[in-house]
């Protein structure tokens, strides 16, 4: 079946340095979603990214679709103490809502 | 405020026993509602596909029996764990794409389930 990795699967940075988190599918995507979920709580829905090479930002945030729609990237620029928690990217394929989840990066900013 | 609720948020019972868990779509119909489970530290695996009058399609190596899951309604998806086991003990969490919103999908806020 699909499987759907990400790497690194922990990173610690120092608050103010950038992020970046990558996932991998094994099976080409329709699409590609982004969640953040932070300890103790459910996942929250970042953005969707459907078009080959992709790009979307929100403020700190460039979220990346892959030109072969296999993988994708989501950066944080100068992080903040606000940005931990695990960042999941989710991905759906031959059935349109149907996703996968990635294995997911934990990220703990230090201040 | 919240898309779709769910209830309970964390519950604990013994073994042997069977609990019940609600999924509500709050602002709008949902046909399909899926059904997640993530052990601590893990990612999320999918379930089953709850599908509204009609039968739940479950993943590969999730057992039917013990895991029942019923869309009574547009706005309900129920999922109930019989007999549960110490091992059943996770995070379990529903989610729903809300139509007209590019099918964006919504998430429970998750029950915790501790069977002891």
């Known amino acids: 079946g699909q499987q759907v990795m990400q790497i690194p699967q922990y990173q610690h940075v120092q608050e103010g340095e950038d992020f970046t988190t990558y996932c991998n599918s094994s099976?080409?995507?329709?699409?590609i979603q982004w969640y953040k979920q932070r300890p103790g709580g459910h996942p929250v829905f970042l953005i969707q990214?459907?078009?080959?090479?992709e790009v979307k930002k929100q403020k700190r945030l460039t979220f990346q679709f892959g030109e072969a729609k296999k993988n994708s990237s989501l950066h944080i620029t100068a992080t903040q103490t606000t940005d931990v928690g695990t960042y999941f990217c989710?991905?759906?394929?031959?059935?349109?809502?149907?996703?996968?989840f990635g294995t997911g990066t934990k990220l703990q900013v230090i201040p | 405020g919240a898309v779709v609720s769910q209830h309970p948020s964390r519950v604990i019972c013994k073994s042997g026993t069977s609990v019940k868990i609600e999924c509500r779509s709050l602002?709008?119909?949902?046909?399909?509602m899926f059904w997640y489970r993530q052990f601590p530290k893990q990612s999320l695996m999918l379930m089953a596909t709850?599908?509204?009058?009609?039968?739940?399609?479950?993943e590969q190596g999730v057992e039917k029996d013990k895991f029942l899951i019923n869309h009574a309604s547009l706005t309900l998806s129920t999922l109930t764990v019989t007999s549960a086991h110490p091992e059943d003990s996770s995070f379990y969490i529903c989610?729903?794409?809300?139509?007209?919103?590019?099918?964006?999908?919504?998430f429970g806020e998750g029950s915790w389930l501790t069977v002891v």
């Open positions: 099976t080409t995507l329709s699409n």
């Open positions: 989610s729903a794409p809300r139509p007209g919103s590019g099918n964006t999908i919504y």
């Open positions: 709850s599908n509204e009058g009609s039968k739940a399609t479950y």
């Open positions: 602002d709008f119909q949902a046909t399909t």
């Open positions: 990214l459907v078009k080959s090479g």
């Open positions: 989710a991905g759906s394929g031959g059935g349109y809502q149907k996703v996968t």
